[in-house]
């Protein structure tokens, strides 16, 4: 069974960085694509990146694309997102789910995801 446990959400002021972690179980990356979510207070989930785990080809959302990037270790089963230049428009509970499938292409916007992890608050302020 999929797990999928994320961390590093946190207080950052804005213009700051955070690298969130999201640690897989029950599967490993290879076979896999991670998307990165967010749901801000009073706004619906949006997809903001994803990264293919066998090539590591990364995709963005306009938004975050130049600010964030998504990477993968496959040795410790754990995907990142290096968040840069925060906003306070960012926060948000962040959430990243797998997808199961060997491409070389993601949609950051495609959210029919197999399993989903619980989510990190990221709140960006001064």
């Known amino acids: 069974q999929e797990q999928l446990v994320e961390s590093g959400g946190g207080l950052v002021q804005p213009g700051g960085s955070l690298r969130l972690s999201c640690a897989a179980s029950?599967?490993?990356?290879?076979?896999?694509?991670i998307g990165w979510f967010r749901q801000a207070p009073g706004k619906e989930r949006e997809g903001i990146a994803c990264?293919?785990?066998?090539?590591?080809?990364?995709y963005y959302i306009e938004s975050v694309k130049g600010r964030f990037t998504a990477s993968r270790d496959i040795g410790l089963n754990t995907v990142y997102l290096q968040m840069d230049s925060l906003k306070p428009e960012d926060t948000a509970v962040y959430y990243c789910?797998?997808?199961?499938?060997?491409?070389?292409?993601?949609?950051?916007?495609?959210?029919?995801?197999?399993?989903w992890g619980q989510g990190t608050l990221v709140t960006v302020s001064s």
């Open positions: 789910a797998a997808d199961r499938g060997f491409r070389d292409y993601c949609d950051p916007r495609y959210a029919g995801m197999d399993a």
């Open positions: 990264i293919c785990g066998d090539s590591g080809n990364a």
């Open positions: 029950g599967f490993t990356l290879d076979y896999y694509v």
